[in-house]
């Protein structure tokens, strides 16, 4: 009965992969556990119209990112593999197959199980500048950059909170990140969308804890981790009555509202 309720978890999980894009050219993500509350997170920021679900969330396991020229057949066999308790050197290296291409992607990979550190590989193909800062509980991985400043920025603003909660962390490191930066096609605009999402071991994973974000923004427009960091803001003002509640919240252009 146990495998069953797990299977179709997983099952909706795959689903939901599905209604989100899966071939985006991403930029900086920094993915992130907290052992001790069993959370997980990311957030992510991209010169593309939308961002989201370049990286994906499985609560009480991890996360799984695709980014770069994403593609979601790895990302959904990471996902699977996750689910079941691989490592993330093994998920690493089952998405490097060849059939993914991997040379045009950029993955990660982190768990919350103990004694595992995060993975990642960077493909020969993707643009520069591209890399990535790790410690034992988060990575900050990025393509398509000025320079290192933006994955440094963003570690660095991650690292000095660690008394915060994670949510706190990851929006704080992503606004870091666009500050030194951000991608380096948006110019002073830095991102054209945005997303922060964070999950609860026992969350549904299509109705994770947190789930704010911020798509199709266009040239030119403010930046999209600046309309993030003002959801967020908003939500963080009441975060001892939401901390135990379901947040979901979007931007979206008005002719997306419509559809």
């Not at 690292?159 to 990851?170: D, G, I």
Request: charge should be positive.
């Amino acid at each position: 009965m146990k495998n069953l309720r797990n299977n179709s978890k997983l099952l909706i999980l795959l689903l939901f992969i599905f209604v989100i894009q899966t071939n985006t050219y991403a930029t900086w993500s920094i993915i992130a556990v907290d052992r001790t509350t069993r959370e997980i997170g990311i957030a992510s920021a991209s010169c593309t119209w939308d961002v989201r679900g370049v990286g994906i969330c499985v609560p009480g396991k991890g996360v799984v990112v695709v980014q770069a020229k994403s593609n979601s057949e790895p990302r959904k066999l990471g996902i699977e593999m996750l689910s079941n308790g691989s490592s993330p050197e093994e998920i690493i290296e089952a998405m490097r197959s060849e059939k993914f291409n991997p040379e045009e992607q950029q993955y990660a990979v982190i768990s919350l199980e103990e004694h595992t550190t995060p993975a990642f590989y960077h493909g020969k193909n993707i643009w520069k500048w591209n890399g990535h800062k790790t410690s034992n509980d988060f990575i900050v991985i990025g393509n398509t950059l000025p320079d290192e400043n933006v994955v440094l920025a963003a570690f660095e603003a991650f690292n000095t909170a660690e008394k915060q909660p994670l949510a706190f962390r990851l929006m704080r490191a992503l606004k870091a990140g666009a500050e030194a930066g951000g991608d380096k096609r948006c110019g002073m605009q830095r991102a054209r969308s945005a997303y922060i999402t964070v999950a609860k071991p026992k969350d549904n994973e299509a109705i994770p804890y947190l789930d704010l974000s911020v798509i199709g923004m266009n040239p030119g427009e403010t930046s999209a981790v600046e309309l993030l960091s003002n959801l967020f803001e908003n939500w963080k003002k009441n975060y001892k009555e939401m901390k135990n509640r379901s947040t979901k919240i979007s931007i979206v252009p008005k002719w997306y509202k419509k559809q």
